[in-house]
């Protein structure tokens, strides 16, 4: 059974870090792409951060770039999401996802994973970034 468990959110200061992980069973983490997604409340799907599953090459929206990191442990069968000077603005619901059949570029994973839900997907954890 293919499942996704995401960790790791919670509530923290603007300026603080959380580290998300989100633990894969019943496949190989290692041969998928694999993705993060948020949604704030009224507000539409965006896609955070995705890997390609073909050489590792990342994304990262430019609402997060440069204070978010995306990784993979293929040896833990887990995916991070390193979360660094959190602001207001990235308090959302994180979801985890997987996508065996991608393999294409990461931004486009990423853009279409705006209006497109595939693959396999955690049930999502709220981050809270509140003073």
């Known amino acids: 059974q293919v499942q996704l468990v995401e960790s790791g959110g919670g509530l923290v200061q603007p300026g603080g870090s959380l580290r998300l992980s989100c633990a894969a069973s019943g496949f190989s983490l290692e041969t998928y792409a694999i993705a993060w997604v948020r949604q704030a409340p009224g507000k539409g799907r965006e896609g955070v951060s995705c890997i390609t599953k073909s050489d590792g090459s990342s994304y990262y929206s430019d609402s997060v770039k440069g204070r978010f990191t995306i990784s993979r442990d293929n040896a833990a069968n887990t995916m991070y999401l390193q979360m660094d000077n959190l602001k207001p603005a990235d308090t959302a619901v994180y979801y985890c996802?997987?996508?065996?059949?991608?393999?294409?570029?990461?931004?486009?994973?990423?853009?279409?994973?705006?209006?497109?839900?595939?693959?396999?997907w955690g049930r999502g954890i709220q981050v809270t970034v509140s003073p």
């Open positions: 996802g997987a996508m065996p059949t991608w393999d294409g570029p990461a931004q486009t994973l990423c853009v279409t994973l705006r209006s497109l839900a595939f693959g396999s």
